[in-house]
């Protein structure tokens, strides 16, 4: 079946991935209109304010009486129509800026929110060029030829992996024919060196 | 009982140093003696903890409130089999429990080191003791669980209330376990940069060691979050609180090291990265003992204000120089051998792999650092909780779980693109069927659909390798089963890997719906009166209350309809312990695959609507939170797989790295000698 398969599939792979892109948009479309009660605002809004007096929990999650109260207010407010931006106003007034449960997007708070996707912009940026280099060093190593690498992998074969060579064996036969040679080279060469180096060490 | 405590104590701490000294000096000087005696003094370590802890716990049995850590953290009142949970609830006698804990594993991990490592062990051993010296001079100098109390008293303090939960026996254990069992696999690995042995020699020792100890991190923290679930009152089980982030982040490091480890170990690359890795996992968890104990930052779980902060800051610190010098010191010996060869590769899935698994931990680490970072520059007091964590880490996590269905599937060295049809086709066809599928039924929220599309792409993912191996075997002439059962067998370490990951996607399930259709709801009932949330129908039918010597406990008796059946009955508890002025709940929770009813008590009241604490009236009315959690039976079952998967990647293969009784007495055949795992 698997080659039936793979004789029917050379163009599908980007198709399938703006599907999967279209679907998504289409699902966000559809579900991000619905409408929300007051108690559900509410109840989101819970989880945005710290309670002033526990460590570390949200007004939702303390049982303490002043997050009961503060629980109250909210549902006060948002009935007399008050906006959210007023509410957390109110409480920041109140109890300073540590009774948000995230800091404010503006300001020096602002850099809370920055500083990570711009690291990891930068962190994949680098991976990206740490990887190139490593496949240019690759160019460089290939007159070494398998030999010496194969030292570096200490432990590959025994007798005991048969089965499991066999696997990796029989999945090589699918994925490429061409690749089936060289990989049971590397093996039983590293297999020899171990053999070596291991009645030197013992 | 003090004394004898005392004393061994400081027996301990002699003996830390001798061993430390000894073997650093016998393995230097060639003195072999000195190393076997410094070995024997290590082991001498574990029975002295053991003896030390004894007496503690005899302490606690015998109700000796002589002496502060006993008054301080039991009483006569409190249900007896908490004593067990009285003798690490506390500062000091959570680090007599690390000390035991840490003696323990460094002998079993000396007695089961593999033979090849035999030149190395000398400095993994000297680090350990070296380790547990630091936990003894804290414990004889600064915390010690012996100190007298100061007066007499006949009744103690007794044991924190959140604590009286049956989860409490294990998860800390598991945790404190996990966290300073990080040395292990370090020591290993350090020991070896230190003897010279740069190549793979600490290899499979510290990548077992490693998966033990990750294992006892993973279901430590999955029976916290069941903990806090069920006794902490608002149907959450993590928040991103600091104590629970310095527990994930050396968690991540330490799931970041098993996996490029595998990278070492097949490919002989990744090797200096791996060092770094094991060195970031440690410091790691140092750090977060400095913030469980007296660190500057509040939360929910710590020991409280403890002048133990700066000490353990500055261990921390002495561990970071000390991986700095000698990874430095080894810098040139642990270069790769081989270059990448393709973007497309399992080595390359693995590199993006430890770069999302180190960007949650940053990410993370950040979000804990930042509020000391805004104190400090602009003098105001900040809050980084939840919503922070949730948006940043969110979409890193669920990225992280997507690589779980490609990276696998990706051959060493380089894919083609039959390949990555052959095997990523199906995934994605199903993905994308179950996403439309989820939208055509109605299911709100486009984000969570999206995830729960990934989780069937990564499911089908596996499922197709198992299946396809299986088949593979049946030809062979294997049944079903018994191809199956080859095939997993033919390599634990992958396919308990692949366990893993299902308990991962199981995890996420849970995660996933309880985190976007959770509902809940106030609601105050009069005795015999209804509340409809849902499907259900709840009826507040009755009370009940047992007056102890530490606590009044209540409960309501709540009638549950499901579609206007009848469908059992819960007894959400609460009960308020004067002694701490404290309030401890117990939620009624009716559990399924596909939703929790969850409902607490936060309020009983009498007729004229004041709080009943304690006495006061007959109640009649109570206030109750109700929420629907869907899924979050998923979260649990989670634990179970977790741990079959590791035990399964952990499984000794014949003849492995593992077996010291037989090495020793043999000498090695050529296959014994290769040592391999994988």
Wanted: proline share 5%.
């Amino acid at each position: 079946m698997a080659a039936v398969l793979r004789t029917r599939r050379s163009t599908r792979r980007p198709n399938l991935l703006y599907l999967f892109i279209a679907l998504t948009l289409i699902v966000g479309a559809a579900c991000g209109s619905s409408e929300q009660t007051l108690e559900q605002q509410a109840s989101r809004m819970d989880k945005k304010f710290m309670c002033p007096v526990c460590p570390s929990e949200t007004i939702d999650q303390a049982q303490v009486q002043i997050a009961k109260d503060m629980r109250q207010i909210i549902r006060d407010k948002l009935a007399d129509g008050e906006s959210e931006n007023d509410i957390s106003q109110f409480f920041v007034d109140r109890y300073g800026i540590q009774v948000l449960a995230s800091p404010p997007t503006t300001g020096f708070t602002s850099l809370v929110w920055i500083v990570p996707p711009v690291v990891l912009g930068i962190g994949l940026a680098a991976l990206y060029m740490i990887l190139r280099d490593m496949r240019r060093g690759k160019a460089a190593l290939t007159s070494r030829a398998s030999g010496a690498t194969a030292g570096a992998t200490p432990s590959t074969t025994n007798d005991a992996l048969a089965p499991y060579l066999e696997a990796v064996d029989e999945e090589m036969r699918q994925s490429g024919p061409q690749r089936t040679a060289a990989d049971n080279k590397v093996s039983t060469d590293s297999a020899t060196i171990n053999n070596g180096s291991n009645e030197v060490n013992g | 009982m003090a004394e004898l405590g005392q004393l061994t104590l400081m027996l301990g701490l002699a003996l830390t140093v001798y061993a430390t000294l000894g073997s650093v000096l016998g393995a230097r000087k060639g003195v072999p003696e000195l190393v076997v005696s410094a070995r024997n003094a290590t082991y001498l370590i574990t029975a002295v903890a053991g003896v030390t802890a004894i007496a503690l716990v005899t302490a606690f049995v015998t109700n000796d409130f002589s002496i502060e850590y006993v008054y301080g953290h039991s009483s006569t009142a409190m249900d007896r089999s908490f004593l067990w949970v009285s003798f690490f609830s506390g500062n000091e006698g959570s680090l007599l429990f690390i000390v035991l804990t840490l003696s323990l594993m460094t002998s079993i991990a000396m007695f089961l080191s593999p033979r090849g490592f035999k030149d190395a062990l000398p400095y993994t051993t000297a680090i350990l003791a070296g380790i547990m010296g630091f936990f003894f001079f804290v414990l004889v100098f600064f915390a010690s669980p012996f100190a007298p109390l100061d007066f007499v008293a006949t009744e103690g303090l007794g044991i924190n209330p959140l604590l009286t939960h049956p989860g409490m026996f294990i998860h800390p254990p598991l945790q404190m376990s996990g966290l300073v069992g990080i040395s292990i696999p370090f020591a290993f690995a350090f020991g070896a940069l230190i003897a010279g042995k740069t190549r793979d020699e600490w290899l499979d020792a510290a990548r077992v060691s490693a998966i033990v100890i990750w294992a006892l991190l993973g279901s430590g923290m999955l029976l916290g979050a069941w903990w806090a679930y069920t006794i902490l009152g608002w149907g959450g089980y993590w928040a991103w609180d600091p104590i629970e982030n310095v527990a994930f982040m050396p968690f991540l490091a330490l799931t970041t090291f098993i996996h490029s480890v595998m990278v070492q170990k097949r490919r002989g690359m990744f090797r200096m990265w791996n060092v770094v890795l094991l060195s970031v996992a440690f410091v790691l968890a140092q750090f977060g003992m400095f913030i469980n104990r007296g660190g500057p930052v509040v939360s929910v779980h710590s020991f409280g204000a403890s002048t133990l902060g700066i000490i353990f800051l500055a261990f921390m610190l002495f561990s970071l120089a000390f991986a700095l010098i000698v990874f430095f010191w080894r810098f040139n010996d642990l270069k790769s051998d081989r270059p990448l060869e393709s973007f497309l590769s399992r080595e390359a899935s693995f590199l993006m792999n430890n770069f999302l698994l180190l960007g949650i931990v940053g990410v993370t680490l950040w979000g804990v650092l930042f509020p000391l970072a805004s104190e400090f520059a602009q003098e105001e007091t900040v809050t980084v909780s939840a919503p922070y964590f949730n948006h940043i880490n969110g979409p890193m996590l669920l990225a992280l779980v997507l690589l779980m269905g490609v990276g696998p599937v990706l051959p060493w060295r380089r894919a083609n693109r039959a390949s990555l049809k052959r095997w990523l086709l199906w995934p994605a066809l199903l993905a994308i069927t179950a996403l439309a599928g989820m939208a055509a039924s109605g299911l709100e929220k486009p984000i969570a659909l999206f995830s729960f599309s990934v989780l069937v792409f990564v499911i089908t993912s596996i499922g197709q390798e198992w299946y396809r191996g299986t088949m593979a075997r049946r030809r062979a002439g294997d049944n079903f089963a018994v191809g199956f059962w080859k095939l997993v067998n033919g390599n634990r370490p992958r396919h308990g890997g692949y366990v893993v990951h299902i308990s991962i996607l199981v995890l996420a399930f849970g995660i996933i719906g309880t985190g976007f259709y959770s509902q809940r709801e106030d609601t105050i009932l009069n005795l015999g009166e209804s509340f409809e949330i849902d499907n259900y129908r709840i009826e507040f039918a009755g009370h009940g209350e047992e007056p102890r010597a530490d606590r009044l406990a209540q409960w309501a008796i709540i009638n549950v309809y499901k579609d206007g059946k009848y469908a059992g009955e819960l007894r959400p508890w609460s009960a308020f312990y004067p002694g701490f002025n404290q309030v401890s709940v117990r939620a009624g929770i009716s559990t399924g695959p596909i939703e929790d009813l969850y409902i607490i008590p936060t309020d009983f009241l009498n007729e004229r609507g004041e709080g009943v604490l304690a006495g006061g009236g007959p109640v009649t009315r109570a206030v109750f939170r109700v929420s629907i959690n869907p899924l979050a039976w998923w979260l649990w079952m989670a634990g179970p797989i977790f741990i079959l998967g590791s035990v399964i990647a952990l499984w000794p293969q014949p003849a492995v790295e593992l077996s010291p009784a037989l090495n020793r007495r043999r000498r090695p055949t050529r296959s014994a000698a290769l040592q391999t795992g994988d």
